[in-house]
């Protein structure tokens, strides 16, 4: 037997039925005989299935292996990494087995997993406990607020995961093996090793052994989306240069001879994601439950009490500045001018959810449906804001309205994007749709800090994704960056700008300087968690202070209707 460290991650549970679920691991070798052994004395055993990652590699800005510089990659480079999933059958709801996996290497190597535990779906009615968290993008406390969570809950029953799970993610390291220790996989494992230095005095978290356990649900955030394709760009630009579908569709349509001679389907399809923007890596690593019309990108399962519908609504992440070679959230590059290939088209969303587009019909047909108006939790998660005090939330989440202004001689002279408010979808369209069904609690995420917010109809609203590092509070002298020149009331720079107002916590707050309680938490050295507890109908919210290192403090509770 050889040392379980060779694979790649530890074995993780995704996409539950009421008499199964999936086990799904990873390895750097093709291998054979990959199985799951399960139950008593590991008598019964399942082959799995084995797929390879198609777009995972590394470049120069990796830290992986030895790599600390820029020393081992100087351009992205494919990195061949093996998924095997099985699918463990004939379960007993609320009956929990043991189970490991075995993978054999080319060499006839065995390399055999530590033992976890399995279950199927949770019936109705069963309590459970579900760690709600976000914007994990190997953030520096991600380690600890994972490790804290698992000391003071115990065991978890699911993840819910409202996106952002890494920085880029077709850069692998980052899921599994980044050498600074707090890659997306070990962290969720308790296989982390990240070191806190706080007044000369070292801590290593290793994260919490969760996922082996428990399924984990997520959606998709800006981080799951890489831009257009390329063997030569580092995977920072790539991450950073998505590019509209229907902007592609137009060049793909002028160029269509050239490109595609025998006009093949399939060649205009794999053209138009690789010069747009894709998901491939994150559809690829998870197994989530899929929806006719959105797949894994949109999608609603029942999960115990709880009817969770999760929602592709996350946009492409611009700097707000205005400076001259600035492709941005309001303004285009004045070199890029006359070369609309080289646009960044600001702010734009990467899958319609204005009323009438496929995505709300799908969630106007789901919200009405049996299994969401019967079930004693209704529940949606999605990535960007309705709500929040922080930054992301501006500008309004809607298509940028091109401005253009022309020189005498035809020419663009300057290129500049709004967003008008009055046409933000999620408020527009979203919300009320989610009131009049019924809808108890929206989770989201995209802001780093944790705040709530309750409608005036009672449906709550939480943003619980300070887990590492947070970028403030948009609150009295601390504004978001909203240029000059931009309508102030259009571009909120304090508080919420869609009306609500936060609700402070209701048992431990922090308090500011003055003495008052903030109805927040931003900061880069509190790190927070909550969990939803569908035994009793509450949601809790937990502060761990990683300098000082005292107790974990539930500082805030609600209660769902």
């Known amino acids: 037997m050889t040392s379980q460290n060779q694979l790649l991650t530890a074995p993780f549970l995704q996409l539950p039925s009421e008499t199964s679920v999936r086990v799904v691991w990873f390895t750097e070798f093709a291998g054979t005989r990959h199985r799951v052994a399960y139950g008593e004395n590991f008598a019964q055993s399942v082959v799995a299935t084995t797929t390879k990652l198609s777009r995972t590699r590394e470049d120069q800005e990796s830290k992986v292996g030895n790599q600390t510089e820029d020393n081992q990659y100087q351009q992205p480079t494919r990195r061949d990494i093996w998924r095997h999933e099985a699918e463990v059958a004939e379960l007993t709801p609320g009956k929990r087995v043991p189970y490991r996996v ?49 000391e003071t809950m115990g065991k978890f029953d699911a993840v819910f995961m409202v ?35 706080r007044n000369g005095i070292k801590t290593v978290y290793r994260g919490g052994e969760i996922i082996q356990h428990a399924p984990i649900y997520t959606a998709i955030g800006n981080h799951e989306v890489m831009g257009r394709f390329s063997m030569d760009k580092s995977l920072n630009e790539q991450f950073d240069d998505s590019f509209p579908r229907k902007a592609a569709e137009e060049i793909y349509t002028k160029n269509a001879a050239q ?38 990108k949109y999608y609603a399962l029942t999960f115990g009490d ?21 492709r941005g959230r309001y303004r285009e590059r004045g070199q890029d ?22 995505q709300y019909k799908w969630l106007e047909t789901e919200l009405s449906g049996s299994e969401f108006r019967e079930a004693k939790y209704k529940m949606v998660m999605l990535h960007h804001p309705p709500h929040s005090l922080g930054d992301n939330i501006v500008p309004a989440y809607t298509d940028p309205v091109q401005v253009r202004e022309v020189n005498a001689d035809g020419s663009i002279k300057s290129i500049r994007y709004q967003y008008p408010k009055e046409a933000d979808y999620i408020i527009r369209d979203v919300k ?22 309750v409608s005036p109809r009672g449906m709550h609203f939480l943003e619980t994704s300070n887990v590492g590092n947070s970028y403030g509070a948009a ?25 609500l107002e936060a609700v402070v916590p209701t048992i431990a707050p922090l308090m500011g300087e003055d003495g008052k ?27 761990f202070d990683t300098v000082e290192e005292s107790e974990v403090v539930k500082f805030d509770e609600f209660r769902l209707n």
């Open 306 to 326: 709880v009817r969770l519908v999760v929602l592709y609504a996350t946009n492409m992440w611009r700097y707000w500045g205005l400076e001259e070679k600035t």
């Open 163 to 197: 996106g952002d799970l890494v920085n880029v993610p077709d850069r692998a390291s980052e899921w599994f093996d980044d050498n600074r220790g707090g890659a997306f996989f070990p962290c969720f494992q308790g296989r982390a090793k990240t070191i806190s230095d």
């Open 432 to 453: 009320p749709l989610l009131e009049s069904a019924g809808v108890q609690l929206v989770f989201y995420g995209h802001s780093h800090l944790w705040n709530r917010f």
């Open 337 to 358: 001018l006359n070369n609309p290939e080289n646009w960044g088209y600001g702010q734009h969303i990467f899958e319609p959810i204005a009323k009438g587009s496929k």
């Open 102 to 150: 075995t993978s054999v290497q080319e060499d006839g190597a065995s390399v055999t997993s530590e033992v976890f535990t399995l279950a199927p779906k949770p019936p109705q009615g069963t309590p459970l406990k579900i760690l709600l968290t976000s914007d994990h993008q190997l953030k520096p406390m991600t380690a600890a607020n994972l490790q804290k969570a698992v």
């Open 517 to 543: 309680p903030l109805p927040y938490v931003a900061s880069n050295e509190i790190t927070a968690f909550s969990i939803l507890d569908t035994g009793t109908g509450t949601v809790s919210s937990y502060r």
């Open 259 to 296: 490109l595609n001679n025998s006009d093949d389907p399939k060649v205009r399809e794999a053209w138009l994601k690789d010069n747009s923007f894709n998901t491939d890596t994150y559809e690829e690593i998870f197994t989530l439950p899929q929806s006719k019309e959105g797949r894994e």
């Open 475 to 499: 609150v009295g002298d601390k504004k978001r960056p909203v240029p000059d020149g931009f309508n102030k009331e259009n571009y909120a720079v304090t508080g919420d700008p869609n009306g």
